[in-house]
């Protein structure tokens, strides 16, 4: 970083019509951005963002289900009835089923 930022302050051409003030006055202490390395597995990785992105679709399903129902009983009793029963009722469908902690 600190070659970076000599680079940047010894290279950039302070004229030729543009302005870097924008640009200098948002830059980031190379302490804020630094990460040390993490060693990963891309089996693990790939499964916890699985279950993430999995978790994140349930749950807008499920919203969009309560959603529905309420519009349903702002209109009656008997439509929400009529189409439950068109539907089936059933919450299974869309459910990811799970095995032994990993997504199937």
Known sequence: MPQL?????YTVPSGGGLD???LAARLVPPS????????????????EVTLEFTAEAEAKA???KADREARLESKGPAAAA???AAVGGGDAAGK???RRGGVV
């Open 5 to 9: 930022d000599h680079d940047l302050k």
């Open 20 to 22: 870097l003030s924008f």
């Open 32 to 47: 804020m951005v630094h990460e040390e390395d993490a060693p990963w597995d891309f089996d693990s990785l790939l499964q």
């Open 62 to 64: 499920d919203a969009a």
């Open 82 to 84: 009529g189409v439950e």
């Open 96 to 98: 990811v089923s799970r």
